[in-house]
């Protein structure tokens, strides 16, 4: 494991959120990297990457928009060990099916982040104590210089498709909410 980064599917702060099919894609041929179902373990039914599942997941047969889904609430969700497919340097989508129960906190659908000394990279989406999804993009600069893209409002017990893009050759990244571009940002990296 690269030292001080990972994949983590979890609510930040202990606020419950359901997860429910979780898709890795690298946009560059259309492969799908990995896909998460989450309707009753932590397994990618692509390459078989499979997860740590920490205290407070609890998966659940049905309730979720496919079936199953992943209760998460608490600190450690599920995590990841790095793997370098799910943490491409060039184009990329992650989509995920989440409905938050809270929206008090900084709730963290996906985190898969880098924090060195003097640097920071990688993506996170979350739902803000402003009830708002944040598509978050470090590209290596200094630590608290997130690129943020700020989209609509979540919703409470509500299921929600979230999709982040980022494309390389024009330097945009684009946080998709229910299949509608939500917020796009060019210029800041990832």
Request: no cysteine; glycine share 12%.
């Amino acid at each position: 494991m690269q030292a001080n980064t990972f994949t983590r599917i979890m609510p930040l702060f202990g606020v419950a959120v359901m997860a429910s099919s979780l898709a890795f894609t690298a946009k560059v041929n259309g492969e799908l990297i990995s896909h998460f179902p989450l309707d009753n373990d932590a397994v990618d039914v692509v390459n078989g990457f499979e997860g740590y599942v920490g205290d407070g997941v609890r998966f659940v047969s049905d309730g979720g928009i496919f079936g199953g889904a992943a209760e998460l609430e608490g600190f450690e969700g599920i995590q990841l060990e790095y793997e370098e497919t799910l943490n491409p340097e060039e184009s990329f989508s992650v989509t995920a099916w989440v409905q938050p129960t809270d929206t008090a906190n900084w709730n963290s659908v996906i985190t898969s982040r880098s924090h060195f000394e003097d640097t920071i990279s990688g993506y996170i989406i979350y739902n803000s104590p402003n009830n708002e999804w944040d598509f978050w993009t470090g590209g290596g600069g200094a630590p608290g210089t997130w690129g943020r893209n700020i989209g609509p409002n979540g919703v409470v017990d509500e299921w929600t498709h979230l999709a982040i893009s980022y494309e390389e050759t024009t330097d945009t990244k684009i946080l998709w909410v229910n299949g509608e571009n939500a917020a796009e940002v060019a210029g800041q990296g990832y």
